[in-house]
T-cell receptor, first 111, second 109 residues
């Protein structure tokens, strides 16, 4: 298994543009998490899903952020419109037990 | 709400010296505690969890409920231990992890 796959690895965009980050979890895992990492705030949980259903989205900063999981093998995190303060590394992780398996992250820069 | 505190952003030690990475938590229930590690150019990965009580790569961590701490220790640091270390807490009955801000360990040859 290639592990959790995220795309794109790097994204540079201008303020106001829509950004879509993608994640393919490990096959068979029933939990999927989206985290954001910044120097100031560290790793913050944005949202997580269980069996494709959002369980807790209280970490989503504001309405500009949305996440979907249309099936067990795919999830997206969308930011519309993007702002410079959204610049961060976004990690996706999946889990079957208590251990989380992380992707390599998507580094987003909003100019 | 739960919180995880790692007081040191950076810790530098000489090769062969003992290492202790501090982690304190606040949570009213019985948590599960973890240490995750991120080596250069690698993914964040699980290092160890308190319930397994095992030593991984020479590292151990003991959950001290009285002091609400879960410090990571290794008696003799190696250069390959240089990495970013994150302490994390999982609430009882939940798969959600709350992370500390991390400590960067640098082992000097």
């Amino acid at each position: 298994d290639a592990g959790v796959i995220q795309s794109p690895r790097h994204e540079v965009t201008e303020m106001g543009q829509e950004v879509t980050l993608r994640c393919k979890p490990i096959s068979g895992h029933d939990y999927l998490f989206w985290y954001r990492q910044t120097m100031m705030r560290g790793l913050e949980l944005l949202i997580y899903f269980n069996n494709n259903v959002p369980i807790d989205d209280s970490g989503m900063p504001e309405d500009r952020f949305s996440a979907k999981m249309p099936n067990a093998s795919f999830s997206t995190l969308k930011i519309q419109p993007s702002e410079p303060r959204d610049s961060a590394v976004y990690f996706c992780a999946s889990s079957l037990s208590r251990e989380l398996f992380f992707g390599e992250g998507s580094r987003l820069t909003v100019l | 709400a739960q919180r995880v505190t790692q007081p040191e952003k950076l810790l530098s030690v000489f090769k062969g010296a003992p290492v202790e990475l501090k982690c304190n938590y606040s949570y009213s229930g019985s948590p599960e505690l973890f240490w995750y590690v991120q080596y250069s150019r690698q993914r964040l990965q699980l290092l160890l969890r308190h319930i397994s009580r095992e030593s991984i790569k020479g590292f151990t961590a003991d959950l001290n409920k009285g002091e609400t701490s879960f410090h990571l220790k290794k008696p003799f640091a190696q250069e390959e231990d240089s990495a970013m270390y994150y302490c994390a807490l999982q609430r009882a009955g939940s798969y959600q992890l709350t992370f500390g801000k991390g400590t960067k360990l640098s082992v000097i040859p």
